[in-house]
T-cell receptor
Framework: DAMVIQNPRYQVTQFGKPVTLSCSQT?????MYWYQQKSSQAPKLLFH???????NEADTPDNFQSRRPNTSFCFLDIRSPGLGDAAMYLC?????????????FGDGTRLSIL | QKEVEQNSGPLSVPEGAIASLNCTYS??????FFWYRQYSGKSPELIMS????GDKEDGRFTAQLNKASQYVSLLIRDSQPSDSATYLC?????????????FGTGTQLKVEL
């Protein structure tokens, strides 16, 4: 089945130690998104790629960066994680951003900070 | 005013009853509307989408949209314990080049035996 796959499912890192989360897709979708979701809150969009075009949200901390080396893969880099960055990180894709195309989510990576 | 508002619940319904989940949005230019189901600790799963005023039915689920009132709802008929989850309303408008969804904080549904 075509899928959005996130690795790892659970990630533990130390305060201030860089961490990278990965997302891959077999849907051949143009758009890939990264969300942060904390308990009982709505998913918060961090940034998205439309093909190679990177779009950062205004309130995304500089600590968060992303790379999309090809259509299938997208990475979320957290340069110096703080305790407040502990959350579920969700990757989503859509065929295109326009119109009625829904977003499809991966299973998420739960990040814990020690 | 939040862009997408939902009652956080919990909404408790007995098994077999109809669950009614509501969502209002502030952006009149919103074009597309989605309902996602999210089980605790899991990622959101798309269950319904609606783009035109009126009702759209898919199995036990019916989405209702009223753009004039800026209101979208989800009805779940014959509710089952497996329907117990948080339901997220998501709205796509023209902001951000039309690429972005704005999510509500979700309504927690509990279906009781």
């Amino acid at each position: 089945d075509a899928m959005v796959i996130q690795n790892p499912r659970y990630q533990v890192t130390q305060f201030g130690k860089p961490v990278t989360l990965s997302c891959s897709q077999t849907l051949n979708h143009n758009v890939m998104y990264w969300y942060q979701q904390k308990s009982s809150q709505a998913p918060k969009l961090l940034f998205h790629y439309y093909d190679k075009d990177f779009n950062n949200e205004a309130d995304t901390p500089d600590n968060f960066q992303s790379r999309r080396p090809n259509t299938s893969f997208c990475f979320l880099d957290i340069r110096s994680p703080g305790l407040g960055d502990a959350a579920m990180y969700l990757c989503a894709t859509s065929r295109s951003g326009w119109g009625n195309q829904p977003q499809h989510f991966g299973d998420g990576t739960r990040l814990s900070i020690l | 005013q939040k862009e997408v508002e939902q009652n956080s619940g919990p909404l408790s319904v007995p098994e077999g009853a109809i669950a009614s989940l509501n969502c209002t949005y502030s952006d009149r230019g919103s074009q597309s509307f989605f309902w996602y189901r999210q089980y605790s600790g899991k990622s959101p799963e798309l269950i319904m989408s609606i783009y035109s005023n009126g009702d759209k039915e898919d199995g036990r689920f019916t989405a209702q949209l009223n753009k004039a009132s800026q209101y979208v709802s989800l009805l779940i008929r014959d509710s089952q314990p497996s329907d117990s989850a948080t339901y997220l309303c998501a709205v796509k408008g023209l902001t951000g080049g039309g690429n972005k969804l704005t999510f509500g904080t979700g309504t927690q549904l509990k279906v009781e035996l």
